[in-house]
């Protein structure tokens, strides 16, 4: 399996398809992850939608939610089949829905059932499955707690173990709260490597500068982004400079020409166009015309009318900033309210 040294994590509302296309053309080695897909709907309703993904965004991994061994088994081998690299189960979400659902976060309240689940995974499909949780829950927070979770998926198998490094509150806290205002705490997933060291170990949260997430590979065995990496999506791109010495070797505009030209096929197949453009949003982040930008995104038509006036917007922006790519400097008043990782 290939390492996960930079991934970006699982979104939902965020890291469909047509996102990940996008990513990969800024981050050719960065690990893509679906949104989370829970194991009945991806089994009980259209799975050819659900697990529809490009060639090119390979290293991509399935993320599945759900607490029915048999279930996630089926759902998981119905990925398999489907091409993805890894099957990942979410034991991290702390949203509501996930919580009435009995998975999720949850989840780490149940250790045996995950790693009954991970073991069912494991035994249907023939790519690895991975696990990505918080370092708690509630009033469950303590480091025992965590080691003993982490013992229960390692002796079921896993081996890829993905920690998003705050714990999270089932009531009390939003979604959006829980990505925010539970401490950080870098130092307990440093431990859980130190720990398991056979674990591969790849911490998320809080990673909004490339000298913080590159300095946590120190610690770690990989670093994970969430909605930095969608709010500035070229922040991949310096990671990529700065941990495979690879990346994207254009400008922003550049990047946004390849992406519109994915954008014109997936037009032709009947794909809506504002499903697509709303990935752009950030690409010109902390750059001149990055305001006209999002506005002029913000008001395309659908349609090939709409595609052109794209194509003109990204005209003009070629023609407000440097030619430059990942570094480009541009007006800070244009710098849109940075945004936090993912669950």
């Known amino acids: 399996m290939m390492p996960h040294k930079l991934c970006v994590a699982p979104m939902m509302e965020r890291t469909d398809r047509h996102c990940r296309y996008l990513l990969r053309l800024?981050?050719?080695?960065?690990?893509?992850?679906?949104?989370?897909?829970?194991?009945?709907?991806?089994?009980?309703?259209?799975?050819?939608?659900?697990?529809?993904?490009?060639?090119?965004?390979?290293?991509?991994?399935?993320?599945?939610?759900?607490?029915?061994?048999?279930?996630?088994?089926?759902?998981?081998?119905?990925?398999?089949?489907?091409?993805?690299?890894?099957?990942?189960?979410?034991?991290?979400?702390p949203s509501p829905r996930v919580k009435a659902g009995r998975f999720g976060v949850a989840l780490m309240l149940e250790p045996a059932l995950v790693a009954a689940c991970v073991d069912a995974m494991q035994s249907a499909v023939g790519v690895p499955v991975t696990v990505k949780c918080r370092i708690?829950?509630?009033?469950?927070?303590?480091?025992?707690?965590?080691?003993?979770?982490?013992?229960?998926?390692?002796?079921?198998?896993?081996?890829?173990?993905?920690?998003?490094a705050r714990k999270a509150w089932l009531s009390g806290l939003s979604p959006k709260e829980n990505r925010t205002i539970p401490p950080l705490d870098y130092a307990r997933v440093h431990r859980l490597k130190s720990d398991f060291p056979e674990l591969e170990v790849v911490l998320n949260g809080g990673l909004d500068t490339v000298r913080d997430a590159v300095s946590e590979l120190a610690h770690v065995d990989g670093i994970m982004l969430g909605?930095?990496?969608?709010?500035?999506?070229?922040?991949?791109?310096?990671?990529?400079?700065?941990?495979?010495?690879?990346?994207?070797?254009?400008?922003?505009?550049?990047?946004?020409?390849?992406?519109?030209?994915?954008?014109?096929?997936e037009l032709a197949a009947g794909t809506p166009l504002r499903v697509m453009t709303r990935h752009l949003m950030g690409l010109f982040a902390h750059q001149p015309g990055a305001r006209r930008w999002r506005r002029g995104l913000g008001e395309l038509i659908e349609g090939k009318a709409g595609f052109k006036a794209c194509k003109r917007l990204l005209a003009a922006q070629?023609?407000?900033?440097?030619?430059?790519?990942?570094?480009?400097?541009?007006?800070?008043?244009?710098?849109?309210?940075?945004?936090?990782?993912?669950?």
Not at 142 to 147: I, K, M, N, S, V
Not at 333 to 342: H, I, L, N, S
């Open 136 to 164: 708690g829950v509630d009033d469950r927070d303590d480091y025992g707690f965590l080691r003993e979770f982490v013992r229960h998926v390692v002796d079921a198998g896993c081996r890829s173990l993905f920690v998003h």
């Open 318 to 343: 070629r023609a407000a900033g440097p030619a430059a790519g990942l570094r480009d400097s541009g007006s800070s008043a244009e710098v849109p309210e940075r945004t936090t990782a993912a669950h």
């Open 26 to 93: 800024i981050s050719p080695n960065a690990w893509v992850y679906t949104e989370m897909i829970t194991a009945t709907a991806l089994v009980h309703g259209d799975a050819e939608r659900f697990l529809r993904f490009d060639s090119r965004e390979h290293p991509v991994a399935l993320q599945l939610g759900g607490s029915d061994p048999e279930l996630l088994a089926v759902a998981a081998r119905l990925g398999d089949a489907a091409g993805y690299d890894e099957i990942n189960l979410n034991v991290g979400c």
């Open 227 to 265: 909605r930095t990496a969608y709010a500035e999506p070229m922040l991949m791109g310096e990671l990529e400079a700065e941990i495979f010495a690879d990346g994207v070797s254009g400008s922003r505009a550049d990047v946004a020409e390849a992406y519109l030209d994915y954008v014109e096929s």
